[in-house]
């Protein structure tokens, strides 16, 4: 389905992802975890033909058998929200304030030459799909009527509006209450072909996806099946962010990595991590490659 | 730590630089007397010292363009002096107190001399205390208030809603001191982009204002003068209209790149581009 | 850290805060939308106090209220003993003094242009306290460098924002730190780290929390009581590990069943 090689990103001189490998067979659903500045949204970007101004992207990324990078925009512009579409994290800014949400769900469907008249039905029959209830009221309000998880599912039906192969989503939830959350996780996992689902929350990502990528300073440290991954992790990042990611009881200290995540460009060299690892030794100057059949990692000196 | 020059900030700073350089310089140095009227140099064809020509008595068409980017500079420093002081305040009072009856009084009175044009009321200042370049920078400084207190109210409208004012209210700072220390200076590049485009408009006005006889007295030499001057000689001697006209428009558009420049120059967040992953 | 030591710190009782939306029609004024009904709520020296809510709960209305930001339709708020409702602002200062506020999201708390030095010593400045050597004690005290005080708060990375936001909030030596989603808007990864930093200075500086969350399992870690928020209203309370373990109102349940864990899964 999706085939990405070697994608390289970079901004002028700076490197902002490296050498990022991953596919997602049909029906698939992949997580890719990372902090700020990890490099995950700039991956997704990349892929979508969205880079900012000043931002390039090398290497091979193929859906199906189209190339995604180092392609004329006009060509992944076809693709877009038709092969694939994206999910963003703020719903309010993705909806243009003045059309009625099921004339935007129609327009994706009209721009890939559906008849209007059909797409207009067919607005109302995705609303009713993201389970919107009274999808024919919804389809004739503005996006200022509705509640932040109600247009998170309006963008999910524009997403979903052209039947694409493969979904991605980035950060849909952060911006809802958990409760409505938990009911939109629910729905991707339901309703998406194949998912790539961007996040920095680890137990968000768990009940989602399948597999999972974790990324930190630009890199792939760590990939393989979810449960094995976050039961045994291998790197010594993600043993640290797991780690960070459960509470312990009251009176008790928590967990941390040390330090803090480094602005782009200021990572170290060779493994990226080595700069808050507690186990760092002059081994890690060099970087470690992204070794290992189905659950890789990229550290020498890996957890048991 | 600064931000990286612009192209717009260099051409405008350069624009900008030449129309101060040749005013600085006119206070010791023109190449001819600007007001001296030659009767034998009527006309004079550009060259043999007289860079530009002469115009129709005989003046330095170069040399009047340099005392005329003192007077320039003059009205729009005086224009947007009073808009500024008297605008920002009232703006911002307006802004910090945006339900109160203050506001609407400020807003209300703003609308009104807004709506006034600023040449009419040049004109009647000019027809009650006598046309001249003090009248005409009055009248367009009076007329500029309404769109400053304009920018300043939207622009602190916005920062008192920040949750660094909340945080200011909570650590126990009372509205003056909010005023000062927050709200002026994250509203400061705004006012600055105002500042030279209203600059930009008040070399315009003044312009007009000279070529309609209520700004600049002769012999004082005006931009605005000096294209109403050669209006009559438009066609057999176009240089005396295309060297003035060429002032004003460079002039405005360095004030204007200026200020576009600046507001990007000044703002921290986007002093460092941060590549968010 | 014993509970509901002695006198409580803040009490509060029926307070109800009604907004009146724009009006958008000349004949009628704005309609008027409750954003919190009868809420009382006391909060004891030394407590760890976590009030839990979703937005549109009216934690933050709340909160405004609680640190004298705000004014309640009805109802009063006593702070130490003495009402704070209704007082202007020059009669607040021994409010200010005794109560600080960490926010939710330490770039837009931190005017942008101002240095470091400054913010922290805002509160100090404000208050007319002397201000001395006590911006460089505050930076040690939450982990930062010295040279920090210098610089201007973007060319930090969003847990150092915190800390200095941290800082500034304890210059005056305030008896009761409030605490807005200090860590929701952070990486995981430095989330521990302020977290730890909070419970280490509320217990050396033998400082009153009043801690407020989205999330139950955050405030379980922080807190010893909770108020649980819901449309208004705080719909149950008790001490945190009752209504952790056994949840008695159905929006507490929902809450609970709601939050992604990682422990089902492993």
Known sequence: MLKVDGLTVRAGSVELVHDVSFAIGPGERVGLIGESGSGKSLTALSLMGLLPEGVAASGTARLGDRDLVGVPESRIKELRGREMSMVFQEPMTALNPLMRVGAQVAEVMTLHGRARREARARAVELLERVRLSEPAQIARAYPHQLSGGQRQRVMLAIALANEPGLLICDEPTTALDVTVQKQMLELIAEVAPALLFITHDLAVVASVCERVLVMYGGRVVESGPIREVFARPRHRYTEGLLAASKLTPRGTRLPTISGSVPPAGRFPDGCVFRNRCPHATPACETAPELTGDGHAFACWHPAD | ?277 | MPSHAGTPLIEARGLTRVYHRPRSSLTKPGAAVEALREVSLTVGRGERYGIVGESGSGKSTLLRLLCGLDRPTSGSIRFDGREITGLPERRLRFLRENLQIVFQDPMSSLDPRMRVRDLVAEPLVALGLPVGGRVAELLEAVGLPAEAAERYPHQFSGGQRQRIAIARALAPRPKVLVADEPVSALDVSVRGQILNLLADLVDELGLTLVFVSHDLSVVRHVCETVAVMSAGEIVETGPVDDVWAAPAHPYTRALLAAVPTLEGLL
């Open chain 2, 1 to 277: 730590m600064r931000g990286r020059m612009n192209a717009g900030l260099l051409v405008g700073g350069v624009l900008v630089g030449m129309v101060v350089l040749a005013a600085l310089v006119s206070f010791f140095w023109t190449p001819h007397d600007p007001t001296l009227v030659d009767a034998a140099g009527k006309l004079r064809e550009p060259g043999d010292g007289y860079l530009l020509g002469a115009d129709k008595f005989g003046r330095d068409t170069f040399s009047q363009l340099m005392v005329g980017a003192r007077t320039t500079l003059y009205v729009g420093i005086v224009a947007v002096g009073i808009a500024a002081v008297v605008g920002t305040p009232l703006g911002m009072a307006a802004g910090m107190t945006p339900r109160g009856w203050l506001s609407e009084l400020i807003m209300r009175v703003n609308d009104l001399v807004f709506a006034f044009p600023a040449l009419l009321l040049a004109v009647m200042l000019g027809a009650v205390y006598g046309a001249g370049t003090l009248t005409a920078m009055i009248a367009i400084g009076v007329a500029t208030v309404p769109a400053f207190a304009r920018v300043a109210r939207a622009a602190t409208l916005q920062v008192m809603v920040t949750d660094y004012v909340l945080a200011a209210r909570a650590a126990g700072r009372r509205r003056p001191a909010i005023a000062f220390r927050h709200v002026l200076p994250n509203i400061g590049s705004v006012l600055i982009v105002q500042a030279s485009v209203s600059f930009a408009i008040a070399i315009l006005a003044e312009a007009a204002l000279s070529f309609l006889g209520f700004g600049t007295r002769p012999p004082t030499p005006s931009w605005g003068r000096m294209l109403q001057e050669s209006q009559e000689l438009l066609f057999s001697t176009p240089r005396l209209a295309l060297w003035p006209g060429l002032a004003i428009a460079l002039a405005v558009l360095g004030f204007n790149l200026l200020g576009d420049g600046l507001r990007d120059f000044l703002d921290p967040k986007l002093r460092r581009i941060r590549a968010e992953g």
